[in-house]
């Protein structure tokens, strides 16, 4: 079991001092004991912060390994009474936000605050994509997505036939893969920390080669010797293209996971994917999420839309004049 839930509980475990510090900083240069000024202003009395609670989350990439977030908190704001001996006169509970920087290296490191503002409106209740650092792909828009992929990642490929050019992407995005036995329900593995597994090699003359006890490298990729993407009607090559759109993707979503799980090094995709329910954990509706995404741009990056219209002009030119729109289909 993950040591944290989400983000959200890791920040209220790990940060919550540096968060009361700069709340107590706003309120001290902001507060006059019923509101806040956009100038600084002077309280008769004295105030502490108690009670701070992370609320709510929302996650923006940036560059490189470093992200942004604007943690929602609630905080009780006590009136320290007049006189020789303090006492709480009054207690008020308000919202803020604090804006916060910090890189996504082996853990959250060089955590950096940027602003912190009084919060007005409700918590919503969050989005698991916003807590997990799992982009947002729309299905509208799939194609162009697929398309932007293949512009970049494959504009100087030599492809063989029609065949997606997994070696040549693979070695753009520096991912080492192996065939391996994966569990019965399990297709592949994308490896964000450094483990050790038994794999299988493929070499000239030789053919396959079991290696135990290899040590994997963050960015490993192993893929199922007997299991594929789409079960039966998979394809080895189309696995690995759903693994190459989770390390495209996901890959923060990768180092946020270890972060959280101090025990987990990979994640799994399944062969029968789970259902979409709304009584999911945040982290079972990011992992959905991000199986969907990986699913829906494998197939559109595996086929992108240029080389099928290309295709079915191929067939269409060499075909007779008497067939069928479906014939023309089948054989492309």
Request: aromatic fraction near 12%; include cysteine; glycine fraction near 6%.
């Amino acid at each position: 079991m993950a040591k944290y839930p989400d983000l959200k509980s890791y920040l209220q475990a790990n940060y919550i001092e540096l968060f009361t510090g700069e709340i107590q900083k706003f309120v001290d240069g902001n507060y006059d004991g019923s509101g806040f000024h956009s100038i600084n202003v002077l309280s008769l009395l004295k105030h502490e912060i108690e009670n701070v609670e992370v609320k709510a989350l929302t996650c923006h990439d940036d560059i490189g390994p470093r992200v942004k977030m604007n943690v929602g908190l609630s905080a009780d704001i006590v009136d320290l009474g007049l006189g020789t001996k303090a006492y709480e006169a009054a207690r008020k509970t308000r919202w803020f936000t604090v804006f916060i920087r910090a890189n996504l290296i082996d853990g959250l490191r060089d955590v950096e605050v940027l602003d912190t503002k009084e919060y007005f409106g409700t918590f919503d209740k969050e989005n698991a994509l916003d807590q997990f650092l799992v982009p947002y792909i729309y299905s509208a828009t799939l194609e162009e997505n697929a398309d932007d992929f293949t512009a970049f990642y494959c504009c100087d490929a030599i492809y063989d036939g029609y065949k997606l050019p997994v070696a040549h992407i693979l070695e753009a995005f520096e991912i080492k893969y192996y065939l391996a036995d994966l569990p019965d329900n399990c297709f592949g593995r994308m490896y964000f920390r450094k483990a050790v597994e038994t794999v299988y090699e493929t070499y000239p003359y030789v053919g396959e080669v079991k290696k135990e006890n290899a040590d994997i490298e963050p960015g490993t990729m192993l893929i199922s010797r007997n299991k594929y993407y789409l079960g039966s009607n998979g394809t080895q090559r189309l696995t690995i293209a759903h693994e190459i759109v989770h390390w495209y993707l996901h890959q923060k979503y990768f180092k946020l996971l270890a972060l959280l799980d101090d025990q987990s090094d990979m994640m799994s995709c399944e062969v029968e994917p789970s259902r979409y329910e709304e009584s999911m954990t945040l982290a079972q509706k990011a992992h959905w999420y991000a199986e969907w995404q990986a699913n829906a741009l494998a197939l559109r990056i595996a086929m992108p839309q240029a080389l099928m219209v290309q295709a079915f002009e191929e067939v269409r030119d060499s075909a007779s004049p008497h067939s069928f729109t479906g014939e023309l289909v089948e054989d492309m």
